[in-house]
């Protein structure tokens, strides 16, 4: 029960979290080649466990600091794709070498509102969650370095 209680917590946290009412940065397509080696500095996100082929995945990258990890508006860049079961890859750049994090949600039946028991999430480095931070790891679970390179990442998808 703790566990599912944490999962509908994740959830809600990182869909409200990226609300399209409340933009903050840009929206690109998802350009693999921005990701290609030599590139950079840019995110390779790489996703696993996507539940199903339908509605829409949102992959948006944050300054990796308290005061902006998962803050209305304060995102840098958004992808939306459709959904694929199983993996998908996606590449965000980011301005300069800095600290970030990723958060993903994956809108199941594509109508944009929160759907607490179908829709799913995930975060950078997979932080374990709990009913005591009710879905909203520090952003010192979640943060990463990228330099000038291509980081690549590993984000595993959570469902209630």
Request: with cysteine; proline share 5%.
């Amino acid at each position: 029960m703790l566990k599912f209680a944490a999962s509908i917590a994740l959830s809600t946290t990182i869909l409200l979290s990226s609300a399209p009412a409340l933009a903050g940065g840009q929206v690109i397509s998802n350009d693999l080649g921005r990701c290609k080696a030599g590139a950079g500095p840019a995110v390779l996100v790489n996703v696993s466990g996507v539940k199903e082929s339908s509605g829409k995945m949102r992959v948006q990258t944050y300054p990796g600091t308290s005061s902006e990890w998962l803050k209305t508006g304060a995102w840098l860049h958004r992808v939306e794709a459709p959904a694929k079961a199983g993996n998908m890859q996606f590449c965000l750049p980011v301005p300069s070498s800095g600290t970030y994090a990723v958060a993903i949600r994956h809108d199941i039946n594509g109508n944009g509102k929160t759907d607490i028991f179908g829709d799913g999430g995930g975060m950078s480095n997979n932080p374990s969650i709990n009913i005591f931070n009710l879905g909203k790891p520090s952003y010192k679970k979640t943060a990463f370095n990228v330099g000038n390179e291509v980081k690549s990442i590993n984000i595993s998808m959570k469902y209630r």
